[in-house]
């Protein structure tokens, strides 16, 4: 009976067979296939969007503790997270090396032009396109941070031979990198004509937003590193642009801009008439026209919890810690007076006494109005909410004032009157200010932006006219076009509250200042300070340096019975406990070290100068 049962099966599987030949052939239900894939624009875009989210940052993206690494803030969340203050840069800082992506990418164009065949070449040209584009982005932050390295286009497939030598790819030079950006962007812009309605996509003027970026670092590097004393170089150009190409890189990151600038696609927000409520709207309202490329979030699908970690203390929605990264008085003070004064604060007078005010924020009064859309600072409100934001009192006693701190924020002083605010100031505490600000740039506003449960959905801005108009300002100055470079600064001044023309004789030290207020917290300082061969100078380590050390500024109010100066504020200067290390930049710190194990796996890289 068994063999007559094995028999019968045979025979029924033999008519199966027979009635569907493609019985054993047919497409798995639990995995795509190749075919599939790359015939379904709606599968292609989803595997778009993947490579889109792996985009590399190093302080950006809403990262609240890499913001808090140089001298724009510091970190006031949970102690054991306070090696952000007391740290200094490392050989592997800023290190990136995902040759991963590069090579899904690599991929992806392979099966695009193997399997695509419903596509039409309108179709296919735009996807090649938008991975090009990735692909040009990754090479950039690698190039930024390491140098030159492998430039690898296509797929690298082990033979099985046992040698692995043509897996080996050497570093190509600094110059090869950026001239390989530029081509491949130059290529490709064309085809993505198709996106050009989009901010989440590359497109047209993506492509020429990463132009203007990358032609503008490779400038600056041919012509501020061989300005050094020792110019950092390696023998096979890894490191180090030749001087004579500077020209050239600015020439095309200034056309690039121009081209933005000039299309009409886009425009600096300016829709409300309160110049800092305008700046801060223009990086939390999505959609607008001063955003080229974002990274979207949406909260039924991706959400950031960046207003969670920083909202003010007292407006928290939820029941943990917030109030993580504090701006500096450092970057409060690089805030220019509408008047074109400088912008340091008026707290003491040339005798070194305190100066009185009658409002808390008077001090910061006529300010540049990015200011505002940037920083919480006493006196301002956030979500229609006035912060409370005072360190303590300010006791008259035995001819001088003595601070006292409240035990409790919240607390009053015997007379009624607050002692401490709910927002701090507090020095050494977790979860409230320790530099006497607060952040606002990126903090949402929105329901439940500060929960957990929900979190937060504005746009990260890979780039924006902001930024394009600083490229293109500082790529006409330093080819001499000092009219046109002194246009685009004006241009953006005006726009935070500066009068017409108010500056007249542009110097390359107020094309930094403005990068610095305009881009606060956008994932460039860092970086520019690394172009211009000034980041040792700036972040030396000394704690004398009022460049490396970062500081606060705390608000008292005067408790004086019977003195004019009785209830009004002054302002004390600290260098805030948890701040422990000034920030120290070595020239090692230039170009990242590469992993060893990535040296041990590939002989023919060199290492990178210091390393």
Excluded at 76 to 102: A, K, M, P, T, V
Excluded at 136 to 145: M, N, P
Aim: hydrophobic residues 35%; glycine residues 8%; negative net charge.
């Amino acid at each position: 009976m068994r063999h007559l049962f094995i028999l019968s099966l045979i025979i029924s599987l033999f008519f199966v067979s027979c009635n569907n030949d493609n019985w054993l052939e047919r497409d798995p239900k639990n995995i795509i296939t190749d075919e599939q894939l790359w015939n379904d624009p709606e599968l292609i875009r989803s595997l778009l969007a993947n490579y889109y989210d792996r985009l590399p940052a190093m302080h950006g993206v809403f990262n609240t503790g890499g913001m808090s690494e140089i001298d724009d803030a510091m970190w006031s969340g949970h102690f054991d997270g306070n090696w952000r203050n007391d740290f200094q840069y490392g050989d592997d800082y800023g290190r990136y090396w995902d040759y991963g992506l590069i090579r899904d990418i690599n991929l992806a164009l392979d099966n695009i032009d193997q399997y695509s065949v419903e596509l039409d070449e309108g179709e296919k040209n735009l996807y090649r396109g938008e991975l090009r584009f990735i692909r040009a982005f990754v090479y950039f932050e690698l190039v930024k941070r390491m140098g030159g390295v492998p430039l690898v286009t296509e797929q690298l497939i082990y033979d099985f031979s046992g040698d692995p030598s043509s897996l080996q790819v050497p570093r190509a030079k600094e110059h090869e990198i950026y001239d390989f950006i530029y081509a491949e962007l130059e290529e490709i812009k064309t085809d993505l004509e198709p996106n050009n309605a989009s901010q989440t996509r590359a497109n047209t003027f993506t492509a020429l937003a990463l132009e203007s970026r990358a032609m503008l670092y490779a400038a600056s590097l041919a012509k501020y590193n061989n300005q050094m004393a020792s110019p950092i170089t390696l023998p096979g150009g890894e490191v180090g642009i030749p001087a004579d190409k500077a020209g050239d890189y600015y020439q095309k990151s200034l056309l690039a801009s121009r081209g933005i600038i000039n299309s009409g696609n886009y425009g600096l927000y300016n829709e409300n008439p309160d110049k800092g409520a305008n700046f801060y709207e223009m990086l939390v309202n999505k959609g607008n026209r001063e955003i080229i490329f974002a990274k979207d979030f949406e909260l039924s699908l991706k959400v950031h919890r960046f207003a969670y970690d920083n909202i003010v203390r007292s407006l928290t929605e939820d029941n943990e810690g917030s109030s993580m990264l504090t701006p500096s008085l450092n970057l409060v003070e690089s805030f220019d007076y509408l008047d074109g004064t400088n912008g340091s604060l008026n707290y003491k007078d040339s005798n070194q006494e305190y100066v009185p005010y009658e409002n808390i924020n008077d001090i910061f009064e006529n300010k540049d109005a990015r200011l505002y859309g940037t920083v919480v600072y006493p006196g301002t409100n956030f979500k229609s909410t006035p912060v409370s934001v005072q360190a303590g009192i300010a006791l008259w006693e035995n001819g001088k004032y003595e601070f006292r701190a409240a035990p409790n924020l919240g607390d009053r002083y015997e007379d009624g009157n607050l002692w401490t605010g709910f927002d701090g100031p507090q020095d050494n505490a977790q979860f409230v200010s320790n530099t006497g600000f607060y952040m606002r740039k990126f903090v949402s506003e929105a329901a439940g932006a500060s929960t957990r449960g929900v979190s937060a959905q504005n746009w990260w801005p890979w780039f924006r006219m902001g930024e394009i108009y600083l490229n293109a300002a500082e790529a006409a100055f330093e080819t001499g076009q000092q009219g046109e470079a002194l246009d685009y600064i004006n241009t953006l001044r005006e726009r935070a509250g500066f009068p017409e023309n108010s500056i007249s004789n542009l110097t390359m030290e107020m094309i930094r200042k403005e990068r610095r207020v305009e881009l606060a917290f956008e994932d460039h300082r860092f970086f520019d300070l690394k172009r211009w061969r000034m980041a040792h100078e700036v972040w030396n380590g000394s704690d004398d340096s009022e460049d490396a050390v970062v500081y606060g500024l705390y608000p008292y109010r005067i408790v004086r019975p019977g003195h004019a100066d009785n209830n009004k504020y002054i302002f004390n200067k600290i260098r805030p406990t948890r701040f422990r290390r000034a920030r120290f930049f070595r020239f090692a710190n230039y170009y990242a070290s590469i992993d060893p194990n990535v040296l041990n796996n590939n002989p023919k890289l060199v290492r990178n100068p210091f390393h």
